[in-house]
């Protein structure tokens, strides 16, 4: 493990120590787990994005055929 100093404003530090508490975990504890989900959070966004993007692209008509502008918004329907 890795020993490092943050510094963070009295509300932050506040809320950290009363999140831990109801937790039962030691700030050092709390603020670790609390990084590692945000670790995983990014990698499983970057991981879906990875996947969008290697997609082939796709086209919306095989026909050619498509809807004219107003078609798309016409809204008499809900009027």
Known sequence: MK?????????????????????S????RFLGDLL????????RYQEAM?????RK???ISDAGVYPRREELYDRSGLR
């Not at 975990?25 to 050092?28: E, N």
Request: charged share 35%.
């Open 3 to 23: 020993n490092v100093t943050v510094t963070l404003d009295e509300e932050v530090a506040h809320w950290m120590r009363v999140r831990a508490t109801e937790q």
């Open 50 to 54: 990875d996947r969008f993007l290697s």
């Open 57 to 59: 692209p796709s086209r």
């Open 36 to 43: 590692r989900r945000q670790m995983g959070e990014e990698k």
């Open 25 to 28: 975990q030691s700030v050092s």
